[in-house]
């Protein structure tokens, strides 16, 4: 793996950037695309502040907005009060994220935490950062290109989770069960590495009669192909439907109840969305792969602060991964947890994500009392 460069040649490179892309900065803030937000105060950090760039994909994933971005200027602000989190969404556009990471660099960030609307595409721009001396922290999608560090899961291990629970969703038929597959985003590498791990698990024990690729992870998109599979494989020919996420798996159960699909066939995800956790309550969703966003925010800001002082993050990333530039990037990978009806209580309630009552609004009371989900 590259080291970055040192305080003083990061410096140099910070200015050169700087002067290649003053212009930009001004069209940029003038359409308003980087968001300065002071990190809430608390902590003691001990040291002075700098500023910390963070920037996320798009704006259809609930989770981004509910969860990574508060969470992560939560954390800054408990570990540094003095720090600015510099914050900006691509709205789903490569370019726009490209353009956001140019003037991120050339406003004198310390470190950058990155979730790339395209692994691929943000290559040249991640190594611009590291050319300046800024280590980028590639967060939950591993990026191509001289990243620092990454935090995330182990994507090919929530595909198998998610497989294995739709197959005993289905239970054990007279015939091989015929499944729907609605992958993630080409462009997203956990997407293909969740179909990996899932398909490790269905071979010789379930047939794919659909398989596609989500593009943007957009459930709408997800609507129009499992309409697609239901009117070419038939509404009583479908046993199960293996879905990457939870968004992807709302188009999926839209599509099915459209088309009249009854009994419903059992529906995986993941993310653990409230709205998702409510279907499994209501019946119509089997699984939910639960991801702590605490734990994984918390691990991209401990890293990027340590990276942005320049010391050593061996103490907090334990794993490795690798991507096309080294196959030794340290990184955290957090836990996983798989959440059907019988594990709500003991999984997301326990550990403070959902209370009972977040859960179960009026119209599912019947069915959080059958599921044994009462205050």
């Given at each position: ?303 990027a602060l340590a990276l942005g002082r320049g010391a ?64």
């Amino acid at each position: 793996m590259k080291r970055r460069h040192g305080p003083a040649r990061g410096a140099v490179g910070r200015a050169v950037v700087a002067a290649a892309v003053a212009s930009l900065i001004a069209g940029l803030a003038a359409c308003g695309t980087l968001e300065p937000v002071a990190a809430p105060s608390g902590g003691d950090s001990g040291t002075g502040g700098f500023s910390v760039g963070l920037l996320l994909p798009d704006t259809h994933t609930a989770r981004w907005a509910a969860s990574d971005k508060p969470l992560i200027q939560a954390k800054v602000g408990q570990l540094c009060p003095d720090c600015v989190v510099k914050y900006a969404n691509a709205s789903g556009d490569v370019a726009t994220q490209q353009q956001q990471m140019d003037s991120m660099i050339a406003s004198g960030v310390r470190a950058i935490i990155l979730d790339p609307v395209d692994y691929k595409a943000l290559r040249s721009s991640i190594t611009r950062a590291h050319d300046a001396g800024i280590p980028v922290v590639s967060y939950d999608r591993l990026a191509e290109g001289p990243i620092s560090a990454y935090s995330g899961y182990d994507s090919e291990q929530i595909g198998r989770l998610q497989a294995e629970a739709l197959l005993t969703a289905m239970g054990h038929g007279t015939h091989e069960p015929q499944i729907v597959m609605m992958n993630g985003d080409p462009t997203d590498p956990n997407a293909a590495a969740l179909q990996r791990g899932a398909l490790s698990v269905f071979k010789g024990r379930a047939k794919i009669v659909k398989s596609y690729y989500t593009a943007g992870w957009i459930p709408q998109r997800a609507f129009t192909n499992m309409s697609a599979a239901i009117a070419q494989v038939g509404p009583d020919r479908l046993d199960g439907v293996y879905s990457a996420n939870d968004g992807l798996a709302f188009g999926v159960l839209t599509a099915l109840k459209a088309a009249g699909v009854k009994p419903l066939p059992p529906i995986t995800g993941q993310d653990a969305n409230r709205e998702a956790v409510q279907r499994i309550v209501a019946g119509q969703q089997y699984v939910t792969v639960y991801k702590s966003f605490v734990s994984e925010a918390e691990a991209a800001v401990e890293m990027a602060l340590a990276l942005g002082r320049g010391a050593s993050i061996d103490a907090i990333a334990k794993d490795r991964v690798g991507n096309d530039t080294s196959s030794a990037i340290p990184a955290v990978l957090g836990p996983l947890t798989p959440v059907t009806v019988d594990t709500i209580e003991s999984t997301l309630v326990k550990d403070g994500v959902y209370t009972i009552a977040q859960i179960c609004t009026p119209d599912l009371r019947a069915a959080c009392r059958k599921a044994g989900l009462t205050t």
